[in-house]
């Protein structure tokens, strides 16, 4: 695995821990969930990070979706570069477009 990058590792072997023989599940799990933590923080830029962080106080379900498919697009080479906040923005809008068509729910908020 020699001369891979970070996002192609964790493809290539998806439970970096089970060759290290550590039988414990829950740091197992805690090291998978810090590794996803880390290659969510290289792909953002501290202002998009933040504004993940705060998605996840809030709404953890969605935060999580949002983090799988950042890794998706990082590990099929869909990114250039770090994602902005005004982009993640945009990836939100259109999480909630594609959620609300596949519910028949309308987001929108009438006063």
Do not use: W
Request: aromatic residues 2%; glycine residues 6%.
């Amino acid at each position: 695995m020699e001369g891979l990058s970070p996002l192609q590792s964790v493809t290539s072997n998806p439970n970096p821990s089970a060759s290290q023989g550590l039988p414990d599940e829950e740091s197992k799990h805690a090291q998978e969930e810090q590794l996803k933590r880390d290659l969510v923080s290289t792909v953002l830029d501290p202002a998009a990070r933040e504004r993940l962080s705060r998605i996840s106080l809030v709404s953890p379900e969605r935060s999580k979706h949002i983090e799988s498919i950042l890794l998706r697009m990082a590990q099929s080479g869909q990114l250039r570069g770090r994602i902005s906040e005004n982009q993640l923005i945009e990836l939100l809008e259109q999480e909630v477009d594609y959620s609300g068509a596949l519910s028949g729910l309308s987001n929108d908020i009438f006063y």
